[in-house]
């Protein structure tokens, strides 16, 4: 059985990435601070708790996988704050580029002799700021393109060895990303997009013929909305 390594395992896009791994037969190994053994029903999962802002637990975390063969490392989590640059804190900065950048270079170190070995695949799950610059989006949107520069750069470096690597850049997603943000996605159809719409991608990324690669996977909604928040 092929074993596979998600990060923000717990909710949204990395939650929803699991659940489509566990029904293709996948062991998945998710990672998240607050993540249970009982979060999915599966007897082919298994839950590890990191805080992968947090560079201590990240190289614990680290540790534990250099034991495991392992065939797919997705690099899902991630979060964001969309301020002026000067109102961010050193803290919020810190966290933020180290868990969106840090830590999947980190793991990704960790893990590659076995995912080469394995013929396996690398997806970072990106967004659609990696590819754009956007107002109030400076940190959030250097981590995302450090994370696709990465990407990219590995693929050219490992092309000798069987292993596919892919930057997904979905556009705004329905999660619980935008929970403590002021704005959320559209509540329209056609304006957002699902998780399950970037779970689609991943699926058709592994089923494909291993000969060809989709390094670069845009995903966008129809139509561009948002949703303001209340101001509280």
Do not use: W
Not at 171 to 200: G, N, P, W
């Amino acid at each position: 059985m092929r074993k596979a390594v998600v990060t923000g395992a717990s909710s949204g896009i990395g939650k929803e990435i699991t659940k489509r791994l566990l029904e293709m037969n996948f062991f998945v190994v998710g990672i998240s601070r607050n993540i249970r053994g009982t979060a999915f029903d599966n007897v082919n999962f298994q839950a590890i708790q990191a805080d992968l802002s947090k560079e201590k637990e990240t190289l614990k975390l680290c540790e534990i996988l250099a034991k495991e063969e392992v065939s797919l490392l997705v690099n899902a989590a991630g979060f964001g704050r969309f301020e002026p640059h000067e109102e961010l804190s050193a803290k919020t900065i810190t966290e933020m580029t180290f868990l969106n950048l840090t830590a999947p270079m980190l793991l990704t170190n960790t893990l590659l002799r076995t995912l080469k070995k394995n013929d396996g695949y690398l997806i970072n799950i990106n967004s659609i700021e990696a590819l754009r610059a956007s107002k109030f989006a400076g940190v959030y949107s250097a981590t995302k393109a450090g994370l696709k520069a990465f990407g990219d750069a590995l693929f050219e470096e490992t092309r000798k060895s069987t292993l596919s690597i892919t930057n997904i850049n979905p556009d705004m997603t329905e999660s619980h990303f935008y929970d403590t943000l002021r704005f959320d996605v559209s509540k329209r159809e056609d304006e957002k997009l699902l998780a399950s719409d970037i779970a689609d991608a991943l699926e058709h990324i592994l089923t494909m013929r291993k000969g060809a690669v989709v390094s670069e996977y845009t995903i966008r909604s129809l139509k561009f909305g948002i949703s303001k928040k209340a101001k509280r």
